[in-house]
Every structure is written in C-alpha cells, then in structure tokens.
C-alpha cells in the first residue's frame, strides 16, 4: 500500500473513532435527566434563600450537575437599562381617530433578577456543584393583563361596539368575552417546547385610547404592574424516577416591577430600594 493510501486510510479511521465518541457523548448527554426531588433533593444542600427562588434538581449521571428553574423572573435587563420602552401615538383611522395610544415593546426573563441568580452560582460553587437551566418538554404561558388571562398562543385582540360610546371586549383563554380596558391589542412570544427554561418572552402591546395616566403613574411611582400586565409559563419537564422517565411541572412567574421614567423616554431601574437592585447586580449599581 503506498504511503499516499495508507494516510487516507488513518484519516478514514480517525474520522470514525471521532464520530463515534461524538456519537458516545451524545447518547451520554441526552440519557441524562434530572432526578425527581422525592429521589434525591438537590434543594437540600443550598440555603432557604436559594430553595425560596429556585426549584433544583440533581443529575441522574453526574451528581456534581444541578439543574434549575427560576420561580421569579421579571423584565429582562440589558445594559443595567430595563428591557421596555413605550411610545405614544395617534389613531390615524377608525374608532379612535385623533385620540392618543400607547405601544409598548419589551423582554420578559426568568433569569431577570440577577443577584438571585449570582448567589446561585456563588453558592453552587462553594459546594463544588456546576449550574445548567433546565430543559423543558413542553411549555404553556398565561399573560394576565387586566383581569383578563389570554393563553399560550400570546395574541390577543379587541372587538369594540360602536353603538354609542366605543363598548371594547376581549377574548380571554376559556373562550369567554370580557370588558377590556387597557390593552388594544397583545403580541407575545411564548416559550418553545423541547428548549431550555432560560427562553426569554418579547412582548408588543397597544393600548386602549385615554389611559396614559395608568401607565405615567406606575413608572413615575415605580408601581408594580401586576394589575397591568403579567406573566407566568409552567415548563414540563422530563425526570427520572426509580429509572423511568416522568414528568413534573414547575412555574416561574414574570412581572414587570422597579422600572422608573417617563413615557417616550429612556427608562431606568430604582437603585435605591434593595428588591430593584436584584436586577442590576451584574453591572455593579
């Protein structure tokens, strides 16, 4: 065999014996699963600060290996700046012609709260564990705005009347109309299934006409939006038990909270209160 073949044929080889560990490692990787917590409570071995925010679970191959899903996350921050911005506008036709709106666009986040997160990592490391946000099966998000609750599917639309007065009516997730009174119309992003819990939510909304001084209040005041606009996605996640695969469903609630400003500025997080500095802790503030 000249020397040309015989090289051609250790490449061959090489290529093999990598594409088969490859092969190895992978089948490895995703036979790994997090244990249940009846099996083996991960929580068990951090703090109640940390039990508090997160739901932990141990690898069923590698017992170094914690897998976390936030409970908390809030408005995804980049920069230290919250990820919201809202413009006011004009209807230019329709049922509200001449009369001012606003449209706001921004980021949900499990991992939002920052410093949760760094005294995860700080603690895990003191115990010699490393950190993976978990994989979710499946995933459904209920956005609660008003008191109405719209389903995974995250769009939402009003039907007015325009009998007398411009009667709104918006079509919650059990299929009920209910008087709106905020929002005009809602587009949200919900989380993939088969993806990590770390998936963030974008959000665009539109407001009914005349209600600017909901939205200049809660940020002039750093109001909590809860009666405004919230979030919460359940993530099913696939688990071992005994050696066979269950499922378990944990939830992470996302709100919008600590964002200071005015409409058509830049908004800004309060530093001064020790809840809103959770969600600048990696930029140092």
């Excluded at 508090?52 to 936030?70: E, R």
């Excluded at 980049?78 to 809202?86: F, T």
């Excluded at 006409?209 to 696939?238: C, G, M, R, V, Y």
Aim: proline fraction near 4%; aromatic fraction near 10%.
């Amino acid at each position: 065999m000249n020397q040309n073949l015989s090289k051609q044929f250790s490449f061959i080889r090489l290529l093999n014996i990598t594409a088969i560990s490859a092969s190895v490692l992978l089948s490895t990787y995703l036979s790994a699963k997090p244990l249940i917590p009846d099996e083996q409570n991960a929580a068990n071995n951090f703090s109640q600060a940390i039990k508090d925010k997160f739901y932990l679970f141990t690898d069923s191959l590698d017992n170094t290996l914690i897998w976390f899903v936030s409970k908390n996350g809030g408005i995804e921050a980049r920069g230290g700046a919250p990820s919201l911005s809202i413009s006011k506008h004009t209807w230019s036709s329709g049922l509200f012609t001449g009369q001012s709106y606003l449209k706001i666009n921004g980021i949900l986040s499990p991992l939002a709260k920052a410093k949760d997160m760094q005294l995860l990592k700080s603690e895990a490391h003191q115990l010699g564990f490393s950190l993976l946000p978990a994989y979710a099966k499946k995933t459904r998000t209920i956005y609660k705005i008003g008191n109405i609750e719209i389903d995974n599917h995250g769009t939402a639309n009003v039907v007015c009347n325009s009998s007398t007065e411009p009667d709104c009516q918006m079509r919650d997730r059990f299929g009920n109309y209910i008087d709106a009174s905020i929002y005009y119309s809602l587009k949200a992003f919900s989380p993939k299934d088969g993806a990590s819990t770390s998936q963030s939510l974008p959000f665009t909304a539109t407001t009914l006409p005349s209600i600017d001084n909901l939205f200049s209040s809660a940020l002039a005041h750093t109001k909590n939006w809860n009666q405004l606009f919230t979030a919460s996605t359940q993530w099913t996640i696939e688990v071992l038990h005994q050696g066979s695969a269950e499922t378990i469903t944990v939830e992470t609630t996302m709100e919008i909270e600590c964002v200071n400003g005015s409409i058509t500025l830049p908004l800004w997080f309060l530093n001064t209160n020790e809840k809103c500095r959770e969600y600048m802790e990696l930029w140092g503030n």
